[in-house]
């Protein structure tokens, strides 16, 4: 029996978008969840856990350069493989 690839440690800051020096892509060959204050969030684009704040878009709103607005929301952030 094969094992599955080894899944990497999930980073203590981790984003989605690749011009980020927190983007990580090793990690998103494999499902990651994002809980945020014990429920869990689809629309997650960065998160720093020791930090205990995520981003997320603020709905269809975007900047000049066409990127969406980020709002930061704080809490308690828990990462965690699907």
Known sequence: ???PAP???LPDH???DPRSPHHVA???EHEIGIRFNGRERHD???YCISEGW???PAGKTVDRKGQPFMLKLKGRVEAFYK
């Open 54 to 56: 995520i981003r997320v």
């Open 44 to 46: 997650v684009e960065e």
């Open 1 to 3: 029996m094969t094992d």
């Open 7 to 9: 899944r990497p440690e």
């Open 26 to 28: 090793a990690i998103f």
């Open 14 to 16: 981790l984003s989605v």
